[in-house]
């Protein structure tokens, strides 16, 4: 089976978290594997629920263009990703 992180993983060194699975490209594309439910969401500020906190999301024009059980994908661009 096709698991996205593992391709990453043998293509580059990209760090991935334990709790949950989150990588930026290039600022334009954030996808997390993982998530627990939208906290709030406009174009400049999206923020979800991970397993022990809360991530935030800061940019300009975002939309969140996939939204499944545990994955979503956001789309626009991505200036800020903070973690609490």
């Known amino acids: ?11 580059k060194n990209i760090s991935v978290l ?15 594997e993982g998530h627990l439910g939208l906290t709030n969401l406009s174009r400049e500020n999206i923020s979800f629920r991970v397993k022990g906190g809360r991530i935030v999301v800061e940019g300009e024009n975002m939309i969140l ?20």
């Open 65 to 84: 263009a996939e939204l499944s059980e545990n994955t979503l994908k956001i789309v626009g661009n991505i200036k800020k990703v903070e973690a609490f």
């Open 18 to 32: 334990e709790k949950y699975n989150i990588v930026n490209i290039s600022g334009q594309l954030l996808y997390v």
């Open 1 to 11: 089976m096709f698991n996205f992180f593992d391709e990453i993983k043998n293509i």
